[in-house]
């Protein structure tokens, strides 16, 4: 079963209502014939575009009103009307640009994905379960969204489409607000997901080989909302007692927003030689600090984790 990299827990009904914010999901830009910067989506895309043509077949298999989008170095497989599509390939494009310039910071050198990375986006999360056990093996009723490394794809669903934001309006909750809360779950948990894809596709992360759970989460949600964002990072970091989890990927920000804050050299330096190491089939040297707290992984280095609901 591929390995997969969930999105952080919801962790229940609503509540991330009046929290900080949450998942995030990140992706990678591929060596796009549209090349790096804004959002372009290209609607009038060549079916026979062969670097659309994995995304195209799935959106062919998913059936109509599924289809294959480009949004700059992504190829986005999708059921949602256009306009809230255009919104989230806008966030992918952002995030691809925004994510070599981090890498950049960093020190680390980077290429620009051969083929376009594809993230499907679903508008109802019980497809996206159903979608999620039969094309990938994951069981994913409590996730937000994951990317396998065996597919090389994220998934994930708007939260517009999701239990919590569908029980918030049901609850008589004012529309605007739980529009707006849905739409800032949904940009961060793509942000997140596109972190991995642009993570493992672009030089940085090496598929092949096992990377510590808390650093590729780390990274994903420092990408999303932390230090590698380029926001001065967030100093207070949640307890969160009542859920391992969410505490596990909080912890996994804050160490590595502290180590891109402190020693960014070192960051840099122990994503080059684990590269180096995976390339020859080796074991990294591991020399990072772990993050407080985060000594019982959740689901190992390769992961799979969890969340209900997102
Ligand atoms: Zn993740």
Request: aromatic share 8%.
């Amino acid at each position: 079963m591929p390995a997969t990299t969930p999105s952080r827990p919801w962790g229940g009904p609503l509540r991330w209502f009046g929290t900080t914010g949450l998942i995030a999901a990140v992706v990678v830009a591929i060596g796009a014939r549209l090349g790096p910067g804004p959002a372009l989506a290209d609607e009038g895309f060549d079916p026979n575009d062969a670097r659309l043509d994995e995304a195209a077949a799935l959106a062919s298999d998913l059936g109509i009103p599924f289809r294959a989008v480009r949004f700059a170095d992504f190829a986005v497989v999708s059921d949602l009307p256009s306009d809230r599509l255009d919104v989230h390939g806008a966030t992918l494009a952002e995030a691809g640009s925004d994510f070599f310039e981090a890498m950049s910071r960093l020190g680390l050198e980077t290429h620009r994905p051969a083929r376009p990375l594809i993230v499907v986006i679903f508008s109802d999360h019980r497809e996206f379960v159903a979608f999620a056990q039969r094309a990938d093996g994951v069981e994913a009723h409590w996730m937000g969204g994951y990317y396998a490394s065996g597919s090389n794809h994220a998934v994930m669903y708007d939260d517009l489409g999701g239990p919590e934001f569908l029980q918030a309006a049901d609850q008589g909750l004012c529309p605007g607000e739980v529009r707006a809360q849905a739409a800032r779950a949904t940009r961060e948990k793509i942000r997140h997901e596109a972190a991995h894809l642009l993570a493992f596709n672009c030089g940085v992360q090496s598929r092949t080989g096992d990377h510590p759970l808390w650093l590729t989460e780390g990274l994903a949600e420092s990408f999303a909302r932390g230090a590698l964002s380029g926001s001065p990072g967030q100093s207070a970091t949640a307890r969160h007692d009542d859920d391992p989890v969410r505490a596990f990927y909080e912890q996994s920000r804050a160490a590595v927003d502290a180590i891109v804050h402190s020693d960014p050299a070192r960051l840099a330096e122990y994503l080059r030689s684990a590269r180096a190491a995976f390339a020859v089939g080796a074991p990294a040297a591991f020399d990072l600090p772990r993050p407080p707290g985060a000594s019982g992984d959740p689901g190992g280095p390769t992961v799979s984790a969890v969340d209900a609901g997102r």
